[in-house]
């Protein structure tokens, strides 16, 4: 029922009965205060309605936020886990090279520490040689056939001395 229904309502008019006036004064008083309650009623529900479209608002914002920090902390994970393999991979790589170098390495120190048993050996016998040359020099130094070439020599000088003598003496 409407405020203007109870406010309009007719009475029948009794015998000793109520003022009408002061009854539909004090009715379109009622009709107000209905109306007034009914507006407030009215704007209370639409802030309610509003509210509940802001609460739901807020919701779908907080369901979209936890999605997205969900969404983030996967891609977090994801990368960790994507950067953890590529440092294992890489840690891999790093020790199979250092493990190449490094036999790289032995085989040249043992290559080069056979080069050197092998110099040594050379010059040992290098040495032993050049001993012996020096050896059969010296020996051939001390032997008598200098001697005896020495005094040849003289004899050879003699020799000439004197044919330049007889040859000399008879150009002149």
Known sequence: MEASERTDKKFATVYRGLDEKEVRNH?????????ERDRKIAQLEEMLNERDENLNSFRTVET????????AQRAGDDTKKAA??????????AE??????IDKALNQARHIGSQTEDMKRQSKVFRAR????VQAQLDLLQSDDW?????YDMDNE??????ENEYGN???
Do not use: G, H, P
């Open 84 to 93: 953890q393999e590529r440092a294992d991979e890489i840690i891999r790589s």
């Open 130 to 133: 050049f001993k012996m040359l």
């Open 170 to 172: 008879n150009e002149e």
């Open 96 to 101: 199979a090279e250092r493990d190449i170098i």
């Open 158 to 163: 003699d020799k000439v001395r004197d044919i």
């Open 27 to 35: 009715l379109r008083k009622i009709e107000e205060e209905i109306e």
């Open 64 to 71: 979209s936020i936890n999605e997205a920090i969900l969404t």
């Open 147 to 151: 001697d005896y070439l020495l005094d």
